[in-house]
């Protein structure tokens, strides 16, 4: 029989005790409150992967690799990929998403530091999120917050090392709200109840047997300290348009292809923040695919002439973004 569960139930369940404060997590999660070219991937993929540049891998440093390969399996259902003695690589349908760097004498990031806000894992289909609700909550991993979007449904932990992750799946895009080149994403509570409910999941019992193939991540959100600067790098530089938040509120999103976000940037905790330590936990690199060889080639060229840091790699380049993050445009 079907448990009718509320907010609150689940998060105790989950080992959250507190439903304000997982609101105010969400606020942060996202800092809103109520206020080109058609790429040729898979059609099985969300949205989100097929605008001309999207999100494609995150890699972390990891003090205690198994510890983090552990939960991400375990909470995420992601696979192994590759594994060496000093990295592993998780993925889903055989696609790489995940990759922990061992670095065993890191320090924990420190407070103030730009880097990683929350790695962004999109479910293909809203009946995959509900699934995966009922896994999370059944396996008691803790919650930190959970927010309707308007364009998004989304939930909100923490990894063991304190790296932010979110879990989301997308309305259709048919749905989103655009006022020219800006689009309309609030934050109010989420109705757990209905997911479950219009997606016909059970939730006496855990359905969740692991990521679904089209798993991606939709995208990353950052810590800048910054938000001219990040927005000369990321708009200016790597061609994303901004299509919401202001300095008012701290935050800047900005996507390929109308999407509603591939990058978030915000200041809330890293104002004023200087260069990344290379010897701390969190955020190692991320990538950027791009479906058009001549994006990756202007975006080289672009973020050249403006002075930053460009060296190439197989298939692409990689950029150091004013805090030292190191961004790779590659082939999608």
């Given amino acids: 029989?079907?448990?009718?569960?509320?907010?609150?139930?689940?998060?105790?369940?989950?080992?959250?005790?507190?439903?304000?404060?997982?609101?105010?997590?969400?606020?942060?999660?996202?800092?809103?409150?109520?206020?080109?070219?058609?790429?040729?991937?898979?059609?099985?993929?969300?949205?989100?992967?097929?605008?001309?540049?999207?999100?494609?891998?995150?890699?972390?440093?990891?003090?205690?690799?198994?510890?983090?390969?552990?939960?991400?399996?375990?909470?995420?259902?992601?696979?192994?990929?590759?594994?060496?003695?000093?990295?592993?690589?998780?993925?889903?349908?055989?696609?790489?998403?995940?990759?922990?760097?061992?670095?065993?004498?890191?320090?924990?990031?420190?407070?103030?530091?730009?880097?990683?806000?929350?790695?962004?894992?999109?479910?293909?289909?809203?009946?995959?999120?509900?699934?995966?609700?009922?896994?999370?909550?059944?396996?008691?991993?803790?919650?930190?917050?959970?927010?309707?979007?308007?364009?998004?449904?989304?939930?909100?932990?923490?990894?063991?090392?304190?790296?932010?992750?979110?879990?989301?799946?997308?309305?259709?895009?048919?749905?989103?709200?655009?006022?020219g080149d800006r689009v309309a994403m609030g934050t109010k509570e989420l109705d757990i109840q209905d997911i479950f409910t219009r997606t016909g999941t059970p939730t006496d019992r855990d359905s969740y047997t692991g990521a679904p193939d089209a798993l991606r991540i939709g995208h990353i959100h950052l810590k800048v300290g910054d938000l001219a600067r990040a927005r000369a790098f990321y708009a200016e530089g790597l061609g994303l348009d901004v299509v919401a938040g202001d300095d008012q509120r701290g935050a800047t999103f900005l996507s390929s292809g109308r999407y509603h976000h591939h990058i978030g940037a915000n200041i809330w905790e890293s104002q004023d923040a200087g260069p990344r330590q290379e010897r701390m936990t969190g955020l190692d690199w991320f990538s950027l695919k791009a479906t058009d060889a001549e994006i990756i080639a202007a975006r080289q060229a672009e973020l050249e002439a403006k002075g930053f840091s460009v060296e190439a790699m197989d298939g692409g380049f990689e950029a150091l973004d004013p805090w030292g993050n190191r961004v790779r445009v590659i082939a999608a």
Avoid at 129 to 158: C, K, M
Wanted: net charge negative; no cysteine.
């Fill in 1 to 179: 029989m079907s448990i009718n569960w509320t907010r609150r139930q689940l998060l105790m369940l989950a080992g959250t005790a507190s439903l304000t404060g997982a609101m105010a997590g969400a606020l942060r999660a996202e800092g809103i409150e109520n206020q080109g070219k058609i790429s040729t991937a898979r059609p099985d993929l969300p949205f989100a992967l097929t605008r001309p540049v999207h999100v494609g891998e995150v890699a972390l440093r990891a003090k205690n690799m198994a510890s983090l390969k552990q939960y991400y399996i375990e909470m995420r259902g992601l696979s192994v990929i590759s594994e060496a003695a000093d990295r592993v690589t998780l993925g889903a349908g055989g696609a790489p998403l995940l990759t922990l760097v061992s670095q065993p004498d890191a320090e924990p990031e420190a407070g103030g530091q730009a880097g990683l806000y929350h790695t962004a894992f999109l479910m293909p289909e809203r009946a995959d999120l509900a699934r995966w609700l009922v896994h999370v909550a059944r396996s008691q991993f803790p919650l930190t917050g959970f927010a309707d979007h308007s364009v998004s449904e989304a939930v909100y932990l923490s990894d063991p090392e304190g790296n932010g992750v979110e879990v989301y799946s997308d309305r259709p895009q048919e749905r989103w709200l655009w006022a």
